[in-house]
């Protein structure tokens, strides 16, 4: 596990070098800490630098970047199958001893891009090569695993330059401070959806490289070229209405979870007690030689609290485990997390949980397994459940009730009382679940901001109608959800607060139920019933976890990761200090009057916490960032 940042181009110089140099010492220590590294190119026109978070290796078997025959290596994350790989290709190797990272650099020199389909792991790329059969020409190549579980951003519109990094904190000094402009769209759609959309960042000429896909730049030309090579949507437009079977998807589970359990200091399991985790830490008992160790966190607010869910589980199981309790709120937690995102920020107030968490489990191992993608794949939210019936209400002229509940003044537009949820229904009402996601409204965007441009396009442009356009894409209303999950939300909010909040702790996340063949067994076949069946969410988990835990409470109802972040901002006055001069240092940017009244209303008992954390998120980025 590791922090990735380089430069190339036909013009770049010794400043450019050190300054990619000095900005990995810098800026990549946390995600990792173990050792830096850096290798120039022959010709001086490309650099690639690396900091090293050592998970399957003794620190210096895993030293990189990795340089061999006119091609130069690197990369973050794991590849779980690189055994399996090397064995499969051992007359291309040399040495008996490797590691992934010489796996990935021979693959490319012998089967070009076409080997990004044979990894299974979670990974971000950067390679300079002199040149391939494929692409005969110098270039840099840089790719991302299937689903962006490991970040990767670039920039190609400085002159004749590519610049790329793990973290966007990097771009000021890698360009200069160049790239100094406010992206006004992302900065709308993380206000409104908590997330920024597609492959956008909050700095205008900066993305990411698309998850499954991979960008070549040619050095000489100057000129990029974007290529996906795994879609999920293609999966889902594919699907046959044929079932599952369950023992084939119990060995895809258990090779997907052994695959993962391999770390020279262990692999613990996250485990709250729901389904996913009790499901993945149950497997793991079977492989695992001894007693598993998992986590677990633990609120003194009984109504956040599964403490008890999760001991059950580890009883069930046999584990040996942990209870990390969250002690609340205080100002340095926030100031931690907020920096943790490193310029990508998003507005999930659990972050500020996940950080904790990870803090506090570092002094154990650093690696775990966690369960995220369950609820996306397996069908666990409940809009999944009710998106067939709610269908059937959209005979019902909503628009025009709505429009005579305004003319009647029956509502106020102010900050999102329980009404809203009507007013998301104007497209229909299967967009309904896209309700809950609604952080600011747009017309509170206009009264928000100070500059006359983002008020302009706060008012002209929704985020959400992206949403809506997005779901429309696809063939099934079960598809469109599930899809619409996965590439917006999951994508850009719940991966990243996984990678950005672990990683700024040194720790690394595995994630069992994001292994490739399992997605796409569940996007491309699978009966609805298998999803939802007799109101019985998960039934496909719940079948093999009833052969393996018959005792485990299937009754329990879903609480999902919350916090009591509301009470916390409400009461602790330090936390609100913390914001409040934050809103205040940044008066140039946003209405002052507006950022009080949304702090005295908090005070009052209105639940404006998401409101205040996605803003404060959002400053925070922009004043370490640079932008204007």
Same mark, same amino acid.
């Given at each position: 596990?590791?922090?990735?940042?380089?430069?190339?181009?036909?013009? /770049?110089?010794?400043?450019?070098?050190?300054?990619?140099?000095?900005?990995?010492?810098?800026?990549?220590?946390?995600?990792?800490?173990?050792? %830096?590294?850096?290798?120039?190119?022959?010709?001086?026109?490309?650099?690639?630098?690396?900091?090293?978070?050592?998970?399957?290796?003794?620190?210096?078997?895993?030293?990189?970047?990795?340089?061999?025959?006119?091609?130069?290596?690197?990369?973050?994350?794991? /590849? #779980?199958?690189?055994?399996?790989?090397?064995?499969?290709?051992?007359?291309?190797?040399?040495?008996?001893?490797?590691? *992934?990272? $010489?796996?990935? +650099?021979?693959?490319?020199?012998?089967?070009?891009?076409?080997?990004?389909?044979?990894?299974?792991?979670?990974?971000?790329?950067?390679?300079?090569?002199?040149?391939?059969?494929?692409?005969?020409?110098?270039?840099?190549?840089?790719?991302?695993?299937?689903?962006?579980?490991?970040?990767?951003?670039?920039?190609?519109?400085?002159?004749?330059?590519?610049?790329?990094?793990?973290?966007? #904190?990097?771009?000021?000094?890698?360009?200069?401070?160049?790239?100094?402009?406010?992206?006004?769209?992302?900065?709308? +759609?993380?206000?409104?959806?908590?997330?920024?959309?597609?492959?956008?960042?909050?700095?205008?000429? @900066?993305?990411?490289?698309?998850?499954?896909? @991979?960008?070549?730049?040619?050095?000489?030309?100057? +000129?990029?070229?974007?290529?996906?090579?795994?879609?999920?949507?293609?999966?889902?437009?594919?699907?046959?209405?044929?079932?599952?079977?369950?023992?084939?998807?119990?060995?895809?589970?258990?090779?997907?979870?052994?695959?993962?359990?391999?770390?020279?200091?262990?692999?613990?399991?996250?485990?709250?007690?729901?389904?996913?985790?009790?499901? /993945?830490?149950?497997?793991?008992?079977?492989?695992?030689?001894?007693?598993?160790?998992?986590?677990?966190?633990? %609120?003194?607010?009984?109504?956040?609290?599964?403490?008890?869910?999760?001991?059950?589980?580890?009883?069930?199981?046999?584990?040996?485990?942990?209870?990390?309790?969250?002690?609340?709120?205080?100002?340095?937690?926030?100031?931690?997390?907020?920096?943790?995102?490193?310029?990508?920020?998003?507005?999930?107030?659990?972050?500020?949980?996940?950080?904790?968490?990870?803090?506090?489990?570092?002094?154990? *191992?650093?690696?775990?397994?966690? !369960?995220?993608?369950?609820?996306?794949?397996?069908? !666990?939210?409940?809009?999944?459940?009710?998106?067939?019936?709610?269908?059937?209400?959209?005979?019902?002229?909503?628009?025009?009730?709505?429009?005579?509940?305004?003319?009647?003044?029956?509502?106020?537009?102010?900050?999102?009382?329980?009404?809203?949820?009507?007013?998301?229904?104007?497209?229909?009402?299967?967009?309904?679940?896209?309700?809950?996601?609604?952080?600011?409204?747009?017309?509170?965007? $206009?009264?928000?901001?100070?500059?006359?441009?983002?008020?302009?396009?706060?008012?002209?442009?929704?985020?959400?109608?992206?949403?809506?356009?997005?779901?429309?894409?696809?063939?099934?209303?079960?598809?469109?959800?599930?899809?619409?999950?996965?590439?917006?939300?999951?994508?850009?909010?719940?991966?990243?607060?996984?990678?950005?909040?672990?990683? @700024?702790?040194?720790?690394?996340?595995?994630?069992?139920?994001?292994?490739?063949?399992?997605?796409?067994?569940?996007?491309?076949?699978?009966?609805?019933?298998?999803?939802?069946?007799?109101?019985?969410?998960?039934?496909?988990?719940?079948?093999?976890?009833?052969?393996?835990?018959?005792?485990?409470?299937?009754?329990?109802?879903?609480?999902?990761?919350?916090?009591?972040?509301?009470?916390?901002?409400?009461?602790?006055?330090?936390?609100?200090?913390?914001?409040?001069e934050l809103f205040f240092r940044n008066d140039h940017i946003i209405n002052k009057n507006f950022s009080q009244e949304l702090i005295k209303r908090q005070m009052q008992g209105e639940n404006n916490s998401s409101r205040i954390f996605s803003l404060a998120a959002l400053l925070y980025s922009i004043e370490k960032l640079k932008l204007r």
């Open positions: 596990m590791c922090g990735l940042i380089g430069t190339a181009g036909k013009n /770049i110089n010794q400043l450019d070098i050190d300054n990619c140099i000095l900005a990995g010492k810098e800026l990549l220590k946390e995600r990792g800490p173990d050792a %830096f590294g850096y290798k120039v190119s022959e010709k001086r026109n490309s650099v690639l630098c690396q900091s090293l978070l050592s998970i399957t290796n003794d620190v210096g078997l895993d030293k990189q970047p990795f340089f061999r025959k006119k091609i130069i290596s690197s990369f973050n994350g794991e /590849i #779980y199958n690189y055994r399996d790989l090397y064995l499969k290709n051992i007359e291309l190797f040399e040495n008996t001893s490797i590691n *992934e990272i $010489e796996v990935i +650099s021979k693959l490319y020199q012998n089967k070009g891009l076409d080997f990004l389909n044979d990894l299974n792991g979670m990974f971000a790329i950067a390679i300079y090569s002199e040149g391939t059969n494929e692409f005969p020409f110098e270039h840099i190549l840089l790719a991302r695993d299937r689903f962006g579980v490991k970040p990767l951003f670039y920039s190609d519109s400085l002159n004749n330059k590519l610049i790329y990094s793990s973290s966007c #904190y990097s771009f000021e000094k890698l360009s200069g401070n160049k790239l100094n402009s406010l992206d006004i769209s992302s900065a709308s +759609s993380l206000l409104t959806l908590g997330h920024m959309i597609g492959s956008n960042t909050l700095i205008e000429g @900066a993305k990411q490289v698309d998850s499954g896909s @991979a960008i070549i730049y040619n050095i000489e030309k100057s +000129s990029l070229k974007k290529i996906r090579y795994w879609s999920k949507k293609d999966f889902a437009k594919i699907h046959e209405n044929k079932k599952i079977k369950e023992d084939e998807l119990y060995e895809l589970l258990l090779d997907s979870i052994s695959m993962r359990s391999s770390a020279h200091q262990g692999v613990g399991c996250l485990l709250s007690g729901g389904i996913d985790s009790t499901l /993945i830490s149950a497997i793991y008992d079977k492989i695992f030689e001894g007693k598993i160790r998992t986590y677990s966190l633990g %609120f003194k607010d009984n109504r956040f609290d599964e403490t008890k869910d999760a001991l059950y589980s580890s009883k069930l199981i046999g584990t040996d485990h942990q209870v990390i309790v969250y002690p609340g709120l205080y100002p340095q937690l926030i100031e931690n997390v907020l920096h943790s995102m490193h310029g990508f920020p998003i507005g999930d107030t659990s972050s500020l949980c996940s950080y904790f968490l990870y803090k506090e489990i570092s002094k154990y *191992e650093r690696s775990f397994m966690g !369960g995220d993608g369950g609820d996306e794949i397996f069908g !666990g939210y409940s809009h999944y459940k009710f998106s067939s019936k709610i269908k059937k209400l959209d005979f019902i002229p909503i628009s025009l009730i709505i429009k005579i509940i305004k003319k009647l003044k029956l509502y106020r537009f102010q900050y999102m009382p329980k009404l809203d949820r009507l007013f998301s229904l104007s497209s229909g009402f299967n967009y309904f679940h896209l309700s809950k996601q609604r952080v600011f409204w747009q017309n509170d965007l $206009e009264k928000l901001f100070i500059n006359d441009d983002i008020k302009k396009h706060s008012l002209k442009n929704d985020p959400m109608e992206f949403l809506i356009r997005e779901q429309d894409s696809q063939n099934s209303d079960f598809s469109k959800m599930r899809i619409i999950d996965l590439d917006n939300k999951f994508y850009n909010m719940l991966l990243p607060k996984t990678d950005m909040m672990s990683m @700024a702790n040194s720790v690394e996340v595995r994630e069992p139920l994001l292994d490739f063949r399992l997605v796409t067994m569940m996007l491309s076949k699978g009966l609805h019933s298998q999803i939802y069946h007799q109101n019985e969410s998960r039934p496909l988990q719940k079948t093999i976890l009833r052969k393996i835990l018959p005792r485990y409470n299937f009754n329990k109802v879903k609480q999902g990761f919350s916090s009591p972040v509301d009470s916390d901002i409400r009461n602790k006055k330090d936390c609100l200090n913390f914001f409040e």
